[in-house]
């Protein structure tokens, strides 16, 4: 099994838990996911499963979405819903003033997340330093948030927002943020990520959907290729005459390989019969392997045309 899963995560369970269900399910021990969702947090989480762990380097996660409802009335120290209330406030905005100072926390701009957060500090996620006591801060740093669409009202004063960001982007400190600009304490109530990189809504699989598959047999039938996430990376087909160095994972000459010879560098998607091995980076006059997969059918398809 090689490939990408795109888990719809539920509310309540961790990342890693998700990657534990779909290591009983594939029987498969390299399994892992690219990017954590919050354990409250619901959405599309990918999971990769066997060879396809090594092209996590390469994949386009940068762009996320989500929707969430920001809650006014009240800050927390998580600034999510699960965490204990620091401020309270009735100043509550209207619909206009929040969607003007959304506009306001848009480009690049400044976070500085809560302490109950996964990023680390000599090690140590933070939220593990504050549950035992420690008295840290988390450290600001820039993010890329791309639009903020503030949707609609919801009911206690929340407002819907759908939010299109670059990774890092913590959306509990968007909604504490927004709070402040609005002059009134604020906090996120929901959270669900529809997008995170090239895996959306319409390829994602509940864990429930998952377990009956692998019950009949069928879940292979639900996964993704290896190269699935990799179109926004040049591809090179490779003659068949090539067939001895790819197999056996040595360098390839560029100009033998290539009627135009990739830049210095440059990382390439590499096919052979039609079927994709992995990916190369030019270094000098050769191709060099950097993470080779060979599809599962490799032996198989020895002596057929290249397409």
Same mark, same amino acid.
Request: aromatic residues 6%; glycine residues 10%.
């Given at each position: 099994m090689?490939?990408f899963?795109?888990?719809?995560?539920? #509310?309540? *369970? /961790?990342?890693a838990?998700?990657?534990?269900v *779909?290591?009983?399910?594939t029987?498969?021990k390299?399994?892992?996911?690219?990017?954590?969702?919050?354990?409250?947090a619901?959405g599309v989480?990918? &999971?990769m499963? @066997?060879k396809?762990? %090594?092209?996590f380097?390469y994949?386009?996660?940068?762009?996320?979405?989500?929707?969430?409802?920001?809650?006014f @009335?009240?800050?927390?120290?998580t600034?999510?819903?699960?965490?204990?209330?620091?401020? /309270?406030?009735?100043?509550? #905005?209207s619909?206009?003033?929040?969607?003007a100072k $959304?506009?306001?926390?848009t480009?690049e &701009?400044?976070?500085?997340?809560?302490?109950?957060s996964?990023?680390?500090?000599g090690g140590? #996620?933070?939220?593990?330093r504050?549950?035992?006591?420690e008295h840290v801060?988390a450290?600001? %740093? /820039?993010v890329?948030?791309?639009? +903020?669409?503030?949707? @609609?009202e919801e009911?206690?004063?929340?407002f819907?927002l759908?939010?299109?960001?670059?990774?890092?982007?913590y959306?509990?400190?968007l909604?504490?943020?927004l709070?402040?600009?609005?002059?009134?304490?604020?906090?996120?109530?929901?959270l669900v990520?529809t997008?995170?990189g090239?895996?959306?809504?319409d390829?994602a699989?509940?864990?429930?959907?998952?377990?009956d598959l $692998?019950a009949? @047999?069928?879940?292979?039938?639900?996964m993704? =290729?290896?190269d699935?996430?990799?179109?926004?990376l040049p591809?090179v087909?490779l003659s068949q005459?090539?067939?001895k160095q790819?197999?056996?994972? $040595?360098?390839i000459p560029?100009g033998?390989a290539?009627?135009?010879? =990739?830049p210095?560098g440059? &990382?390439l998607?590499?096919? *052979?019969?039609g079927?994709?091995?992995? *990916?190369m980076?030019?270094?000098g =006059?050769y191709?060099?392997w950097?993470?080779? +997969?060979a #599809?599962?059918?490799?032996e198989e398809i020895?002596?057929? =045309?290249?397409?």
């Amino acid at each position: 099994m090689n490939g990408f899963f795109n888990i719809m995560k539920p #509310p309540g *369970m /961790t990342s890693a838990a998700v990657v534990a269900v *779909m290591r009983r399910l594939t029987g498969e021990k390299r399994v892992g996911h690219a990017g954590t969702l919050d354990p409250e947090a619901a959405g599309v989480l990918p &999971i990769m499963v @066997g060879k396809a762990a %090594r092209l996590f380097d390469y994949l386009v996660d940068k762009e996320k979405e989500y929707e969430a409802v920001a809650a006014f @009335g009240q800050r927390m120290d998580t600034q999510d819903a699960t965490g204990t209330v620091l401020e /309270t406030g009735d100043n509550y #905005p209207s619909l206009d003033t929040v969607r003007a100072k $959304a506009r306001e926390l848009t480009g690049e &701009i400044r976070q500085r997340p809560s302490i109950y957060s996964a990023i680390k500090m000599g090690g140590k #996620p933070l939220y593990q330093r504050a549950r035992e006591g420690e008295h840290v801060e988390a450290p600001e %740093r /820039t993010v890329t948030v791309y639009s +903020i669409d503030v949707t @609609g009202e919801e009911p206690d004063h929340g407002f819907s927002l759908r939010v299109r960001c670059g990774r890092g982007t913590y959306i509990r400190t968007l909604c504490d943020d927004l709070g402040r600009k609005c002059g009134c304490p604020a906090h996120m109530r929901s959270l669900v990520r529809t997008r995170s990189g090239v895996f959306g809504l319409d390829t994602a699989l509940s864990l429930e959907e998952a377990r009956d598959l $692998a019950a009949r @047999g069928q879940l292979t039938e639900k996964m993704l =290729p290896p190269d699935y996430p990799l179109d926004h990376l040049p591809a090179v087909h490779l003659s068949q005459a090539f067939e001895k160095q790819v197999r056996a994972g $040595a360098k390839i000459p560029a100009g033998k390989a290539c009627e135009d010879p =990739p830049p210095e560098g440059e &990382i390439l998607r590499v096919y *052979m019969t039609g079927n994709f091995w992995g *990916m190369m980076r030019r270094e000098g =006059p050769y191709l060099v392997w950097k993470a080779q +997969i060979a #599809p599962e059918n490799a032996e198989e398809i020895r002596g057929q =045309p290249c397409r």
